[in-house]
């Protein structure tokens, strides 16, 4: 992500709701990844100085749970979402206390995976594919965090276009001990946002079905029972050798959704790098081997870093060649979406 700034130039971050320089209130707008800056008119509405007026989003107003603005020009009504919030389908519960802050990170993460994918061209605000609408959201409890809703269980996933996440994945403790159940080495809200936007994008994205073939494997492959293959015996002692992940070697999908996920990881981490200075782009940075170049120095040093400070490799995986030729497809099927609406 660029760095982002106040109208007064503080610099400010995507999370933020206030300059702290000049008290000017803040929206980050995901469309252009672009942080608004506004301030109270006689009239008591926020106005960003050009004449563009805004109302603050009815969960940041009530619950404070985004940093969303919504122009008036679109919507007068007080109820009205930001267009983020205006994705979801579920929201939690919002009379138990600890929601409200699971909630927060939950529009966190989300905010940001929207951004990025709008960054390099992918919108989520219409169908695609399969789908018949954008991509929705349901965030939901099932007994394990809570005894008294009726959830039994509750999966994160993604169908026909609804992207579900356990609200479990917000609690950080929940979490962890969710990962070191699974035998994962990376486990993030951000990354289950880019792997289940990997499975509502795959319809749209991938029109060569032999390359894909050749590539991840048969996509008909009966899914619950490799899944459940999975599961039960764990991945393949050769599975380091061919995937990005254990886990994107239970399905030809899932591989898909993985690596999906990981470029996206690899695009903003570069952008971000590169807009603060931690690391120059070359002149053959841009297709996906100098990227890839780019990438291999950059996340050692920052590994190294992470270790220097007693903390888990922020990128615990190894890029080999035959997960260099999938993230070269997958940037192959965007910037083909992209040119054909040219």
């Not at 996440?165 to 990962?179: F, G, K, T």
């Not at 951000?190 to 390359?211: C, W």
């Not at 200075?277 to 002149?283: E, S």
């Amino acid at each position: 992500m660029r760095p982002l700034y106040c109208a007064c130039t503080q610099p400010v971050f995507h999370d933020n709701t206030e300059c702290g320089s000049c008290g000017r209130l803040l929206g980050f707008d995901p469309a252009t990844s672009q942080m608004l800056s506004v301030s109270k008119t006689p009239d008591g509405t926020l106005s960003d100085g050009e004449g563009n007026l805004f109302q603050l989003c009815a969960n940041r107003r009530l619950y404070g749970v985004c940093n969303g603005l919504v122009p008036l020009a679109e919507h007068s009504d007080t109820t009205a979402l930001c267009t983020t919030c205006q994705l979801n389908r579920t929201i939690p519960v919002v009379t138990r206390k600890k929601n409200l802050s699971r909630w927060q990170r939950l529009e966190s993460a989300k905010r940001r995976c929207v951004a990025g994918l709008g960054a390099i061209g992918l919108q989520v605000d219409a169908g695609n594919g399969n789908h018949a609408g954008p991509m929705r959201f349901d965030f939901i409890e099932d007994k394990r965090s809570h005894p008294d809703v009726l959830e039994q269980f509750v999966s994160t996933g993604h169908k026909d276009g609804l992207i579900t996440v356990n609200l479990m994945e917000a609690d950080e403790i929940q979490r962890v001990q969710q990962r070191e159940l699974s035998g994962e080495r990376y486990r993030t809200l951000l990354g289950h946002f880019r792997h289940e936007a990997g499975h509502y994008f795959y319809p749209q994205l991938v029109t060569d079905s032999a390359r894909f073939v050749t590539l991840f494997g048969d996509p008909t492959l009966n899914y619950e029972t490799a899944l459940r293959i999975y599961y039960d015996n764990g991945p393949p002692p050769d599975w380091g050798q061919l995937f990005i992940s254990a886990y994107a070697s239970s399905h030809p999908l899932e591989d898909w959704a993985e690596c999906f996920a990981h470029y996206l990881h690899l695009k903003d981490t570069l952008e971000t790098a590169i807009a603060y200075g931690l690391i120059t782009p070359k002149t053959d940075s841009d297709g996906m081997p100098g990227q890839l170049a780019l990438w291999s120095d950059f996340i050692v040093s920052l590994n190294e870093t992470n270790r220097s400070l007693g903390l888990r490799d922020p990128y615990p995986f190894v890029i080999n060649g035959a997960v260099a030729e999938k993230l070269t497809f997958v940037q192959q099927t965007i910037d083909a979406l992209v040119a054909s609406r040219l």
